[in-house]
């Protein structure tokens, strides 16, 4: 059985990566959807095109790594493509915040993505695909939101390793690193309407963003940034010294 899988699948980009990823991988002919929310992957599962497995799994728990590895086991499928879509990030002082919901942050967008990576791998045939979801936060440190901006940074690095790693297998991993989008992560993570950079940027298009990051992984490429302004700051951010951009990039 070749299947994909999609952690963070019950609503935002890893809806629409599950919506959009039988036009772009049609050799794939079923879909895991992993997240907490039960009822919202049964949803997404009934929309889509391709048989759908719904697994209800709190990745900040470790048992969840143990439920997906049994059932990899269990199945021995072919993986042909993983997207660890999952993450969280909160707007606060660190210290002034609730520690909870900071290593909340270390939990999903590092242990998490770690963990099912890891546990993926071994059923990633020749010519596989990994996708990561960073950020453009992975560019340069957010205060505010440092916590974030660095689990973000460590996606973004770890991308690129895993990607010179896996060449041998002849599996390749993509980092989409997206500007703010219309999503529940904003209003989760305390930013609507308390954070002033939030509201000066553009924000990027959800759709296009599934749509590019699926051709940008079929094309193996490492580092995937949408939109030309976005692109240009990743630029500045490499040749700017990182005490200098800091001042600017305050959340």
């Known amino acids: 059985m070749k299947i994909a899988i999609i952690t963070g699948a019950s609503s935002g980009l890893g809806r629409e990566f599950a919506r959009q990823l039988a036009a772009e991988y049609p050799e794939v002919e079923q879909i895991w959807l992993i997240a907490r929310r039960r009822e919202r992957l049964e949803e997404v599962a009934a929309s889509l095109s391709r048989p759908a497995v719904c697994l209800a799994l709190d990745l900040c728990d470790p048992m969840s790594f143990t439920v997906l590895q049994q059932k990899l086991l269990s199945e021995e499928p072919e993986v042909r493509l993983l997207i660890n879509n999952a993450g969280c990030g909160y707007l606060g002082y660190l210290g002034e915040t609730d520690t ?118 079929k094309r193996r490429r490492t580092i995937y940034t949408p939109t030309m302004l976005y692109k240009t700051l990743r630029l500045l951010a490499k040749l700017t010294p990182v005490k200098l951009a800091v001042k600017f990039t305050g959340t």
């Open 100 to 217: 909870t919901v900071q290593t909340r942050m270390i939990d999903l967008n590092l242990r998490a993505l770690t963990a099912i990576t890891s546990l993926t791998i071994p059923y990633i045939p020749r010519g596989g695909r990994i996708i990561n979801v960073s950020s453009i936060a992975s560019f340069c440190p957010n205060p505010r939101m440092t916590v974030y901006s660095a689990t973000k940074a460590f996606v973004s690095h770890f991308t690129v390793g895993l990607n010179e790693e896996l060449r041998r297998k002849g599996v390749s991993a993509t980092a989409v690193c997206p500007g703010p989008m219309a999503t529940e992560f904003c209003d989760v993570g305390n930013i609507t309407g308390n954070s002033k950079m939030f509201e000066l940027l553009p924000y990027c298009d959800q759709v296009r963003v599934a749509h590019g990051t699926l051709l940008a992984a």
